[in-house]
């Protein structure tokens, strides 16, 4: 298992079409940190396949619609 897969998983299994998430939720989710990286860096939230987080969430189908870093996350069901 994946350091991100949790919050895949816990995306996958959310019924909602859009979730906001704080730092401190996804700290939770984990049961692990984040990386200096996701507070300092806006790319670390980029939907894109080739980031190992940003797999996570793809993968399930969800993707980050808007964040402010160490605050909050907004992800967002893909609807196909």
């Known amino acids: 298992m ?3 897969e949790s919050l895949g998983t816990y995306l996958k299994n959310n ?13 939770i ?11 300092e860096h ?7 396949e080739s980031h190992v987080q940003a797999k996570s969430w793809l993968d399930v189908k969800w993707e980050v619609e808007d964040f402010e870093l160490g605050k909050y996350v ?3 069901k893909i609807l196909v």
Do not use: H
Not at 31 to 38: E, F
Not at 42 to 48: F, L, Q, V
């Open 2 to 4: 994946g350091k991100y």
């Open 15 to 27: 019924i909602d079409d859009e979730i906001v998430l704080t730092f401190e939720q996804i700290i």
């Open 29 to 39: 989710i984990l049961s692990d940190s984040l990386p200096p990286s996701a507070y």
């Open 42 to 48: 806006k790319a670390w939230w980029a939907n894109t």
């Open 74 to 76: 907004r992800f967002k």
